[in-house]
């Protein structure tokens, strides 16, 4: 077998859980993503199988869409739901039309992003969430 797979990934767990469970099934010589989604995340997850490997740098330059639920008036110390609440804020009233305006205004185009301590990037080979967890 060779080829993509486009696999729902769950929250909860990471790209290389979902490559350990489909190694036993699909027996390949080489399994791969094209881009590693941290284990909260939802969303497609490409598997690549056999020689589809050779590709993942092309899938990695694909454009990709994201949606994301905002919680307003919450901190927390890993930046996401899954962590402990260091602040709390009240939220006054947004309007629809205010924040998308405001999104459009502040949020298009390529924007430089500094990733949170608890996020898929590695460091030396080690997700960068596994470290912040370990202390």
Same mark, same amino acid.
């Given at each position: 077998?060779?080829?993509?797979?486009?696999?729902?990934?769950?929250?909860?767990?990471?790209?290389?859980?979902?490559?350990?469970?489909?190694? *036993? +099934?699909?027996?390949? #010589?080489?399994?791969?993503? $094209?881009?590693? @989604?941290?284990?909260?995340?939802? %969303?497609? &997850? /490409?598997?690549?199988?056999?020689?589809?490997?050779?590709?993942?740098?092309?899938?990695?330059?694909?454009?990709?869409?994201?949606?994301?639920?905002?919680?307003?008036?919450?901190?927390?110390?890993?930046?996401?739901?899954?962590?402990?609440?260091?602040?709390?804020? *009240? +939220?006054?009233?947004? #309007?629809?039309?205010?924040? $998308?305006?405001? @999104?459009?205004?502040?949020?298009? %185009?390529? &924007? /430089?992003?500094?990733?949170?301590?608890?996020?898929?990037?590695?460091?030396?080979?080690?997700?960068?969430?596994?470290?912040?967890?370990?202390?």
């Amino acid at each position: 077998m060779r080829g993509v797979l486009n696999i729902n990934k769950p929250a909860g767990m990471s790209s290389y859980d979902v490559l350990r469970k489909l190694k *036993p +099934v699909l027996k390949p #010589k080489r399994l791969g993503h $094209s881009g590693t @989604l941290d284990p909260m995340a939802t %969303g497609v &997850l /490409l598997v690549l199988v056999n020689e589809a490997t050779k590709i993942s740098r092309l899938l990695l330059n694909l454009s990709k869409d994201y949606e994301a639920e905002i919680r307003f008036g919450l901190q927390t110390d890993t930046d996401d739901l899954t962590g402990k609440v260091t602040r709390t804020a *009240p +939220v006054p009233e947004i #309007k629809a039309e205010e924040l $998308s305006r405001v @999104l459009q205004e502040k949020f298009r %185009g390529e &924007l /430089l992003q500094v990733p949170p301590i608890f996020s898929a990037l590695k460091q030396n080979g080690v997700p960068l969430y596994r470290r912040a967890r370990q202390g």
